[in-house]
């Protein structure tokens, strides 16, 4: 059964370092090449925003919360169609380390397919954020 329509999963993963210094790394647009594949391989600031030239959906352009002290790393980005996604991301102290968690939100037109694809690409992004700073 196709069960299109709104809803939301959670996807989070523990990083082992503390909130501060994850929330500095996830936040700053130049790092996310390195972990973000799902917004692409590139994205350079062009006049008041992030252009990612190389993301699987296109070309894309991210605009970022501002820096703040809830660890807030919310991001809209607008798809070459011109729609607009509203992408929620906390990182929240969890114990000694972080918790970062991505509220992946389902679009109207999309289909299970599509709402799995991109939750398994949600995760491994958030894999790659882990690994890459618990390895530093």
Known sequence: MNSTGMGSRHLSTYIDRPVDYVYAYASDPVNLPSWAHGLGQS????????????SPMGRVVIAFAPHNELGVLDHDVTLPSGETVYNPVRVIAGNAGSEVIFTLR???????ADFERDASMVAADLSRLKELLESA
């Open 106 to 112: 389902r679009r109207p037109e999309m289909s299970d």
């Open 43 to 54: 994205i350079e600031k062009i006049e008041d925003h992030w252009v990612a030239e190389s």
